[in-house]
């Protein structure tokens, strides 16, 4: 099966990077997967993107190297077993704060005796490979978004749920949640003590640790504190600063 550059990365030690697409058209999203992040998600929660994008976005990815992955828009089993059979090797579950609702996304994403997932991954096995049912979870990452005060307090027991392959800190709605305002990086003092504590539980239970990093100075401390999946923010913001200090480059006045 193809593997995952996310788990070679993890296999000589290092952190991998991610790329958030939030742009629904494959030409500008085929240019992003060459540029060498290690894997790129594709958001159906907070994009103008929908599921009849999603098949043509992954086929633009394919002609890089990067791991196709997706942000779903809510705990669905029908959502997780499409995005699964269109190819991602990797799910983003948001607003996880339960044990139940943690063995619930990890059932789905597998097939039994272990989850519910139905056999059929039409476009999984073309980009897996043949012995995708062999090899399936030694590839596919099953990763709870923690971003509530909630998902924060059941963070030691969600982490330790079977199955699950990482904890990922999402700042900007946990920071909400505590009466902040919206902000892609750290505002909040519940903030920065969740970005230890997701950490912690990470390695207590053996599995990884991510986060939305969306400025340099965020993603080094996150990757000085032991995170190993780092995403380095959303395309259509990167791509709008660049323009915007092109712009200011040139008509300084």
Known sequence: MRRNPIRERWARGEAASNLWIDIGWPVTVEALGRLGYDSYTVDLQHSLIDRSALVSLFQALSLGTGAPMVRITQNDPGEIAFVLDAGAYGVICPTIETVEEARAFVAACEYPPKGVRSWGPARGVM????????????????????????????????????????????????????????????NHPEVDRAMDLVVAAAKKHSIAAGMHTASKEVALAAKAKGYTLLSLGYASKIMAAAATSTLKDVFKN
Do not use: C, W
């Open 127 to 186: 980009y897996g490979g043949a012995d995708y049912f062999e090899n399936y979870r030694s590839e596919i990452l099953t990763i709870a978004l923690i971003e509530t005060a909630q998902g924060v307090r059941n963070l030691d027991a969600i982490a330790a749920v079977p199955g699950l392959d990482m904890v990922y800190l999402g700042p900007n709605d946990l920071g909400v949640s505590h009466g902040a305002k919206p902000s892609y990086t750290p």
